[in-house]
Every structure is written in C-alpha cells, then in structure tokens.
C-alpha cells in the first residue's frame, strides 16, 4: 500500500473519489444519493444535510468513471473514448468560474446545488493537480480485472500495479507460468 503521506491532497481527493467504485469485485460505495452525499460529506465538499437527487448521482458517477478512464490513459493504455465524451459532457454542467479570494486562483461553483460545488472541487483538484505536477502520476492498475486508482510516487513514474505485492505479483505469476508453458509445448 502507498504512503499517504507522499500523495498531495488534491491528488488524494481525486484517486479516493475514483477508488468508490472497486471494479474486482464489483463494490459500488456511492449507491444512493444519501450515500454520495456522506461521502462528500466526509470531505467537506457539501453540508452533511445537503439534499441529493438520482440525477446528482448519475452525474457523480458519470465524472467518476471518466476520471478512471483518464487515469487509465496516464497508466500507457488506450482510454475509453465514450467515457471521455460522458466526461466531457458531465463537466459542462459544471459551471466553475476563478475565484482569487483564499491566497491562491481556484475553481469554484457558481451554481447553488450541493452537487455542482463537490464536483467543482473535483475539477479544481484536477487544476491543481495538472498544476503541481502531480496529475500524470495518477493512474490505475495495469491488472485488467483491478483498475483500482493509486499514485505513482517511484521516482521513474514507472509503477503499474496498485500493489506489487497484489496485482504485480499475480501478473507476473501468471506470465511466469504462460512462459513455462510455451516451453514445454515446444519441447
């Protein structure tokens, strides 16, 4: 597992949000609009009584799974194009203008649902993050089945797994073993 400390806070925001949805075993966090309102809660990103509609939520997850489908891209593989046009299309309802109040340029809301200002601070966490330089090290597993969102601290940005200890080490049993395999066939 990663050290939290190494990952900036904007990074970790966005890879959290990502990591709601856990696709190697099909655990979906944000289930209802109560519960994606708890979890942005949590991070202060809405009141803890804002009020969430069914639509807020499709949109949340909607961004979500374009923001795997980014990362997945700075991991070296093929995005889905669909999931950056839902992207693409799920942003535009999010109106942000700059605000230069609190000591530094950020994105901020100029709507008044809840959900326009947590996924607000989404897309000014991605500002930040393409600003510090830490948004090309955000990625997600290279093992098809995981897609679990982590940040590459290794010093190369070389890193492919969420965990080598997990993910690497399965991927590198499993080729081990087609490799052993073609051998013996050829023998």
């Not at 966005?14 to 809660?41: C, S």
């Not at 609190?102 to 966490?125: I, K, M, S, Y």
Request: hydrophobic share 40%; proline share 6%; aromatic share 6%.
């Amino acid at each position: 597992m990663e050290d939290d400390a190494a990952v900036p806070p904007a990074a970790r925001l966005v890879r959290d949000f990502v990591n709601t949805f856990e696709p190697q075993v099909d655990e979906e966090e944000l289930t209802t609009p109560d519960r994606l309102r708890d979890w942005f809660a949590a991070r202060r990103l809405v009141a803890p009584d804002a009020r969430l509609e069914p639509a807020d939520l499709t949109l949340a997850v909607t961004v979500r799974e374009g923001l795997r489908a980014v990362l997945l891209g700075h991991a070296g593989h093929p995005a889905d194009p669909d999931a950056l046009e839902r992207l693409d299309r799920a942003l535009a309802e999010v109106p942000v203008r700059l605000a230069m109040t609190g000591g530094r340029p950020r994105l901020v809301p100029t709507g008044h649902r809840a959900v326009e200002a947590a996924l607000a601070a989404f897309v000014d966490a991605v500002r930040e993050c393409a600003e510090d330089g830490s948004w090309p090290r955000l990625k997600v597993c290279d093992r098809d089945t995981c897609r679990w969102a982590y940040y590459d601290a290794s010093r190369n940005q070389a890193r492919r797994w969420c965990s080598m200890a997990g993910c690497g080490n399965y991927v590198k049993m499993r080729r081990a073993y087609a490799t052993r395999k073609r051998r013996a066939a050829r023998r």
